[in-house]
């Protein structure tokens, strides 16, 4: 495998460019008999789909999801599942002003010097876009977690930019545009959004996801450890720069006496572990909790160079997300799903 | 590979318990022709040994390293390295009043739910013992990485509990137990450590490591992004509960137009990127962040429960680090030189 | 990886199913810069299409491929390339009458031991239409060894049935439906086929693949040894129950002083070895020989079991390849192809 | 993985030269459980060992194993199982003769190109020695088979050269320094081999292995079928030139009608197909034949070339396998029976 595959025996293998005819995924290695139908995967991907409110990308993609192959009669055959998400609206001469120049804090910069090719066309591999496939794959997996295990899998919003979001309630997060659990901040966010948007700046966010319903058992030590893939899985997620998992860098502080969850016959006390003690799941909620940058396209002017090397000035006028934590619930979510089912393939295959 | 190999092309793979016979790593990938010997690696081991201070476990391991393959006259053959370290200090008895119970916030209670198997030893598999294969590998890949890019990996201590300890110079960092780049804090941490002893309990840190002379263009995205193979390394380490790349958490609240570095001809303004955009390295130090809980062996008692379900009291009275973070610079500098080399040779796989 | 891709660095991943709505693949570590269009992948896959002459199944497929990414400008980018085949004639009435029954010597009955889910639509997963994507990928092969290496892989048909086919001429394949080198062979391989069909039986054939150009050093021993991996792709293909290379089965009749070719400053002095020693290439031709056995869906009727498994008669009236042999050719040719390539890239990453 | 590594859940990475202080292998995926003590790998290690008779090496080997992690009082923990094995007789001297020429048909040479290394002793890497800890993880493969499945392996030679050895019973294998299952052709071999020795020839053999008990639906089609893992581990054994499952190149020239084996309700009335169809198994037994050509190593003087592409006279004097087919039927087992345990985990971790 050469880098665009996730998982190990649920394996997502990713394709395609923001801005090329198609994007989608195989995945390999869902067992046979799951009930799946393009509606399971289409809910999610409609979750992640830009356009849908004014604080996100103003480009319209339907992202229509067809399903390949895999899918038998209403039900999974154990073969390769193959997804095709056509690209509808991509505006290459968006970008026609950026061709020879890179943006501060963006991918067009490292891409050219890893490849040698500049695919300027929407960042090409490295937009955003690219997380479709994942959040479709990821759909197949929160199915077939629900489904076996009785798991489940959410996510929310709890920080943009200084404003903290408390958490209030899971019924909350279906209801605004920004995941949060929490109906009383919206305002002020649509607010704060709206005012980035009229200052061309963008901002960072945090997200929290959680599972819940995994049994204790799943991971395989070392160096596979479920906090270790689920890390991999989050930090390969596009403008995530910090992962933590429990307490996370809270432990720093924390004495062992204090951080240690202690176990009771109805169950453990506390979970600073996140659900993952020497990198096998507890039986507890497993929690991540995710740092995201703020989007690198911004209509303010910033210093950079062209591919001669000279300085140049760059402002990028092109649809992009202000706060790419906007939408990147769903995404991790999806992650999660996919390294949790990944983990309780290769659960089965070593412990039966 | 189930869970215990780390790196794709460069790629090491781990064997061994904390009081079994020995521990030991194969390290498969390494190209032929790189001068390596005994010393190279035991000088890293040495490093990391326990038994060095009275501010870590007093348990005396000499971690004497034998190469049993890969290398000829001298030089690595290109075939696989066989690396053996013997156990000389495991005394089980210690661990002799804990075979049925758990220790909360320990791995010995998941490693039961999974494996169905109660190694008391020492923590069995899950013991910290088992970081010294990563570093007599990691030790290959740092010699490589030097010889072949220039490049160096570097680490410190900046955390201790709540004690922050400013960087001033890297000259300081073997002059101490501690790995802190800080001369004048060095007796604060002794004090703050014999107390922690006194008191039976154990505290969290925060290590610093940084990658210089990384060449831009490394990196495999998506998914296996030189900062995700970098974040499951990390979080894949012993009572690491997070990890961040570059500007990391602080990224949330900042606004793109102070986050995104800026270019000049003479190189980037800043690094709140780390060295890594888009998942590819970008010619800059590469710096990672980690949170390290505290040691859940500890002398103080605690609520736990018994295999039988019931309630207990535990103590633990064993030979234990009370600050695993002290010891975990020379790891943690291992496992970002193992996903370097690995990445350095899978760039050229694809980019040659 | 879940065993629908093949190669390491090169890697390709197969989707689909004989009447699903598509299939295709995705080939990972492709080097950015290789020049690439349509045609270079549609001339191969036009060589292995059905109902191209009257021994072959009579389903009419054009095998068009869409190229879903991975190129821009006519060059790949190095990020993966995603290849599309819509099927176009898929009836799957013709296969009604066996949605209960099993095939003897056919894999729908070890399908349903595995998945327990029966699709009988030609086949499904199972089917040799899945071959498309692989000589897909092969083409993609096949131009980066001989752009970067100057490499060609080509093969022939060297038995059918009990008639053997000497080689004359690579000049006689293009120009013959049974890749046949040789042309005075042809009338009676096609009165064979004549007969047979009349018969309603089907046959088995002999391929032969040779690579040129291949320079010494690809292969990783051990286990990942070049001809192993040429034999796990060769086995790896419908219908395949043996490999050789070089000598093959001759091997075993030979004494040492035979077997062994001797060197001179000119090269070698025969090519027993075919091309591979100590699993390593010698720069020799690699030289690979197949045995393909003859379809199982014949008109014939012949005693089987159904799902209940009781007894029944089973006669096959689908369209079918009456010798599946005499498309193999171009597809062993991207198979071998596929092999190389990976391990050139794999070559390249341990021994620069 | 670099190619050192078998298997990919239960995966066998080796390490070690014939003529370095040690070779070995971890075995990883093993699952918990397995009651396995030293006598269970030893009593295969020593149907392997050279020097029990005079038709093989006269090496003076022990073959002592030592199980260093993944067992804990008696039983498999589920973690990696190191297996270390000291060289004892390493006559390095008796290769200062060939340090600068290369033996036709060794590998030697190809080693050479690979890696720019010359490590004469003994075939370093190359050697069949190597095979010694494929039989040790080889042996717990198949005690976990017949514990979990109550499948067994079992393998013969068939063919010493030209002498076909017809297949009696099972009970005489053990009986007879070749694996025959066939006592009246013992003292024709010893004859024959005797001669050879003699002429200071080397000469080739046919191996049948044989895997019962293996239920239906093992195998991951397509690519990693059950037939392809196993071509590809039988033709990475040193040596090894030909592959065939069932009717093998028989195939060829069977008709369908003749070739697929008819079914029944008492079962399959045939094994043409040697318990494989489609790439999955049958539920029949796996049936496998290999070609072993002679060995490179004889004391006959034949044309080679020295490093500096001089023409040389060489003569191979040192202790040799005058045919490695007698020593192969166990190690072919070994790797039947690895092959079997992976796809036996990876069917339970995709089906149940």
Redesign the interface.
Known sequence: ??????G????V?????SH???????V??C???LALEVADIQVELDRRRPGTSRHVTQRQEPDQV?I???V?EG?T??????L?IRNQDARSKDYSNIVDT??????????W?????R?PRGG???SAR?TAPTVAAGAIAKKWLKAVHGASIRGYMS?L??IEIPFESWDHVPNNSFFAANASVIETLEQYMDQ?RKDG??????IEVVASGVP??????????L??????????L?A??????????????????????????DGF?GN???G????????QDVTVSL????????R?E????NRA???VSVQTLGRHDPCVGIRATPIAEALLAIVLMDHA????????
Chains 1, 2, 3, 4 share one sequence.
């Open positions: 495998m050469s880098g665009n595959s996730l190990k025996i649920f394996c293998t990713n394709f395609g460019e090329g005819p198609a994007i989608g995924c195989i390999d290695g067992p046979p008999g067809e390949l192959s895999g038998f039900k055959t154990g073969t390769p599942i193959g095709l890179f943006r501060p804090g963006h991918a067009d910069y490292t891409y010097k890893k490849f040698d090719v695919d090409g591999r490295s690219l920080q930019g200084t980035l700046d963008s901002i960072g966010a945090r204790a058992g799943w991971g395989e030590p070392i160096y596979d450890r906090d270790a893939d689920i890390a991999h899985a989050m930090m390969g596009n995530v720069k910090g992962v933590e998992i429990g307490a996370g860098f809270k432990s720093i502080s924390q004495r062992g006496s204090e951080h240690g969850d202690e176990m009771t016959p006390l600073n572990a996140g993952v003690l020497g990198g096998i799941s507890t039986g740092a995201i940058k703020p989007t690198s396209s911004i303010i910033r210093r950079s160079i090397g000279e300085p393939l290769r659960h089965r295959a070593q412990c039966g």
